[in-house]
């Protein structure tokens, strides 16, 4: 199954106030990587398009 992901602009302004938020607190690189990990759990539906869903 080809499916698509996409964020919405809320989406992606959430994932900047995440951001904005750890990386004073706890440094830039954990702040990128800590975003990161989150954009690629979202992308990861891709390949588990059917988790959560009842058979």
Avoid: E, H, K, W
């Avoid at 302004?13 to 954009?39: H, K, M, T």
């Amino acid at each position: 199954m080809n499916v698509r992901i996409s964020f919405s602009r809320q989406a992606i302004a959430d994932l900047q106030s995440i951001y904005d938020y750890i990386a004073p607190r706890g440094g830039q690189r954990i702040a990128r990587d800590y975003v990161a990990r989150l954009y690629a759990y979202c992308l990861d539906f891709r390949a588990f398009s059917r988790t959560g869903r009842p058979s």
